[in-house]
């Protein structure tokens, strides 16, 4: 079995930072893909950002040059930096992750249970 834990969210005012993280554990050959997404009240889940196993990043218009995704591979963790926040960034953050658990395995997707990031003065 497969877990991603995310943390890292909480209040920050507008033009403040903050860096969530995501801890993936159970059983892991290979991560893949990791990604963010986030799910404001009375909207859709978007992407935010993601990040290939190759390095290969790609970002939500909306936080271009604003957040930054990266990843440890030694530790099984995924963190977005955000910069810059803005009250529209306010939303239950989720990390998502591509895994494969064996060196036969399919990839599977797995996600986080999600934090709360709220941006407000």
């Known amino acids: 079995q497969v877990q991603l834990v995310e943390s890292g969210g909480g209040l920050v005012q507008p033009g403040g930072s903050l860096r969530l993280s995501c801890a993936a554990s159970g059983s892991i050959f290979s991560i893949y893909h990791m990604a963010w997404y986030r799910q404001a009240p009375g909207k859709q889940r978007e992407l935010v950002a993601t990040l290939t196993s190759s390095g290969i990043t790609k970002y939500a218009d909306s936080v271009k040059d604003r957040f930054t995704i990266s990843r440890d591979n030694a530790k099984k963790m995924a963190h977005l930096q955000m910069n810059s926040l803005k009250p529209e960034d306010t939303a239950v953050y989720y990390c998502?992750?591509?895994?494969?658990?064996?060196?036969?395995?399919?990839?599977?997707?797995?996600w986080g249970q999600g934090t709360q990031v709220t941006v407000s003065s």
């Open positions: 998502n992750a591509g895994i494969m658990s064996g060196p036969a395995s399919d990839t599977r997707w797995y």
